[in-house]
């Protein structure tokens, strides 16, 4: 089989070293398929450093849609959307609607006044993550306890992080890059301010390094990690008791079934104790702090901490 490859042999003058780049510092291969698990270890081992320098042991996690405003913003969008011959603002990207000029006009006024209505649970997880923080800086030792964590984006995210920051505690955002929605709110500390590309990254945080879980209202991101974690307490993946409070019983009443679940013998009855209902700030704090000291304060119930550093579940077998 003839050989096509005519050798090349360059002039020995024409030749000039140039110096390899570091592998890890070379932007073109990280970037590469090649360097994904780089990528990966990286959103892993940067946080861990973090976590650690700052003594964090464990996490409060609160989810909830990001499309929930403060009430005043709510009212204040509702005041000029309800203003004759206001201009009506265009809605963001990922709600566009398909209407002519006035069905668009009577829609974006139909969201506004559910935007005002919806603003009591942005309230609602602020004065949590206010209470809860007021809590746990009283706790004694070393690292900081039940440290109040959000996707990092706004909505029911900065509610958490704003309430946490007004009490004067550290507070965790967990960012994902998106097209869209998803900037960093302005009351995450600095300090733990993290910004991921893997989903599975984030979620990896959320679940490892949180003793309980707060669920507002949402849509299908909240729909996804609270059912993430129901499934990873129901099968007992995590070597820690999770407790998982779903906040407002009303509209996860409208939103989900679990009963129909129960009675199609999908989930058992006992898998409704894995989670509890509360309506109010005050009933979901004392749920939170009654958990959070029968399994992971009280002495009896569990082990000093090996190390200063945070606390990840281990995964059982």
């Given at each position: 089989?003839?050989n096509?490859?005519?050798p090349n042999?360059?002039?020995e ?11 890890y510092?070379?932007q073109d ?9 780089l990528?990966?270890?990286a959103e ?5 450093s973090r ?12 989810f909830?849609?990001?499309r ?6 709510a ?7 309800a203003k004759p011959g206001?201009a ?9 609607l398909?209407a002519s000029d006035g ?9 506004a ?6 603003a009591?649970?942005y309230e609602?997880?602020r ?5 809860l ?12 306890r039940f440290?109040?964590t959000?996707?990092g ?14 009490a004067?505690g550290?507070?965790?955002?967990l960012n994902?890059r998106?097209p869209?929605e ?10 733990l301010?993290?910004?991921f590309h893997?989903?599975?990254m984030r979620k990896?945080?959320f ?8 669920v507002?209202?949402?849509?299908f991101?909240t729909?996804?990690e609270?059912?993430?974690?129901l499934?990873?307490a ?6 820690k008791k999770?407790?998982?409070i779903i ?9 989900l079934?679990l009963q ?7 989930i ?7 989670f509890t209902?509360?309506d ?9 702090k ?7 304060l009280d002495?009896h ?13 281990k995964?059982?077998p």
């Amino acid at each position: 089989m003839p050989n096509n490859k005519t050798p090349n042999v360059p002039d020995e003058s024409q030749l000039v070293p140039h110096a390899a780049p570091l592998a890890y510092l070379n932007q073109d291969f990280l970037d590469s398929p090649d360097g994904r698990v780089l990528r990966i270890v990286a959103e892993y081992s940067e946080p861990l450093s973090r976590f650690r320098r700052e003594k964090i042991q464990d996490t409060v996690v609160f989810f909830g849609s990001a499309r929930f405003a403060s009430l005043s913003q709510a009212e204040e969008s509702l005041v000029m959307l309800a203003k004759p011959g206001s201009a009506a603002p265009m809605p963001p990207p990922e709600t566009q609607l398909n209407a002519s000029d006035g069905d668009l006009a009577q829609a974006l006024l139909k969201r506004a006044h559910a935007g005002v209505e919806m603003a009591r649970y942005y309230e609602d997880a602020r004065r949590l993550a206010h209470m809860l923080t007021d809590w746990t800086i009283t706790l004694p030792g070393k690292r900081h306890r039940f440290v109040v964590t959000s996707g990092g984006g706004p909505g029911i995210m900065e509610a958490a992080n704003r309430g946490a920051r007004e009490a004067g505690g550290k507070t965790i955002g967990l960012n994902i890059r998106l097209p869209f929605e998803q900037l960093p709110n302005r009351y995450i500390s600095p300090e733990l301010n993290f910004e991921f590309h893997y989903f599975f990254m984030r979620k990896y945080w959320f679940a490892y390094l949180s003793k309980a879980l707060v669920v507002f209202p949402g849509g299908f991101g909240t729909l996804d990690e609270l059912f993430e974690i129901l499934t990873l307490a129901q099968t007992r993946k995590l070597a820690k008791k999770i407790i998982v409070i779903i906040y407002g019983s009303e509209y996860w009443n409208r939103v989900l079934n679990l009963q129909a679940l129960v009675d199609s013998g999908a989930i058992s009855e006992e898998d409704k104790k894995l989670f509890t209902f509360a309506d109010t700030p005050e009933a979901a704090f004392e749920a939170l702090k009654e958990g959070l000291t029968r399994y992971h304060l009280d002495p009896h119930a569990v082990k000093a901490a090996a190390e200063e550093g945070p606390e990840i579940a281990k995964t059982l077998p």
